[in-house]
């Protein structure tokens, strides 16, 4: 494996930053006109997917080789991937700068490194936060010869750049709710969960069918991108399946049912950069 840098320059086109927010703001943004609720929906089999062998990527926004301009990004929510890594297979060292990159794993063991020293491995019921800032070399490989890791891949925009770089990992088993959505990310060190550059709130939820439920807004003018992990909910009448993603926004509230048994993901987030 390559030697890690212990900088990278950010002031440049190729920067994981100006990359990302390239077209960005022009979609799924507050509506100022309207004071009603707004909606848009991305069912499953619409995400872009890409199958390198090794790695079986969906993408519910842009990303890499898939290029939609209605699906850049919901506000602050850039990245979105659902990724599938074969076994013994992984990401070789590459660089990242000012991007707040959260990795949930669903099945596996997930290898990380990085250009700080840290070399750890994440698996189901852990969150990884990965503060990028002023530039941060990693590589993350599948720790199992056997089976492949299965994990979530988000990145988020942050509201304060060039930071010194940090990284964060927590079990959240012990903090897991049946029947109602907790905590695991927030904008402060001192909640629940991990912490990141950006006033976001993330929730998990695991649900019995038929339980109902309200999420109130955290910050006046989020919105909320709603990912289905498993099963089949209703929100606010709007009818989802797995791994369907439903964003959310010019609302204080919104009600939530499952309609099977369902785990479910909610990314609260500015929805102005």
Do not use: C
């Not at 492949?148 to 940090?166: D, G, H, M, S, T």
């Not at 060190?189 to 912490?195: I, K």
Request: aromatic content about 10%.
């Amino acid at each position: 494996m390559p030697a890690f840098a212990s900088a990278i320059e950010v002031n440049d086109k190729n920067s994981t930053y100006n990359r990302m927010l390239d077209k960005v703001g022009f979609n799924h943004l507050p509506n100022k006109e309207e004071k009603t609720m707004n909606t848009i929906l991305h069912q499953a089999n619409t995400r872009g997917h890409a199958n390198h062998g090794w790695l079986d990527s969906h993408h519910s926004f842009s990303f890499a080789n898939y290029h939609n301009p209605e699906r850049m990004h919901f506000g602050v929510l850039r990245v979105l991937n659902d990724d599938q890594v074969s076994a013994g297979m992984g990401f070789g060292t590459h660089p990242h700068d000012n991007m707040e990159i959260i990795s949930i794993p669903l099945e596996g063991d997930l290898e990380h490194k990085d250009s700080m020293g840290n070399l750890a491995v994440i698996k189901e019921g852990d969150v990884q936060i990965m503060s990028a800032g002023t530039g941060i070399m990693h590589s993350e490989y599948n720790r199992n010869k056997e089976k492949a890791v299965k994990f979530l891949q988000i990145w988020v925009f942050p509201n304060k750049k060039n930071v010194e770089p940090r990284y964060d990992q927590i079990s959240i088993k012990n903090i897991e709710k049946k029947n109602e959505f907790y905590q695991i990310l927030s904008p402060s060190q001192e909640d629940q969960g991990v912490w990141l550059y950006q006033d976001a709130w993330f929730h998990l939820g695991k649900f019995d069918a038929g339980k109902q439920t309200r999420y109130s807004i955290n910050k006046k003018g989020n919105g909320v991108y709603v990912f289905v992990l498993d099963g089949e909910v209703e929100i606010e009448g709007q009818q989802l399946g797995k791994r369907d993603g439903f964003g959310i926004w010019d609302i204080d509230s919104f009600n939530f049912k499952s309609n099977s048994n369902a785990r479910v993901l909610l990314l609260e987030v500015p929805m102005s950069l």
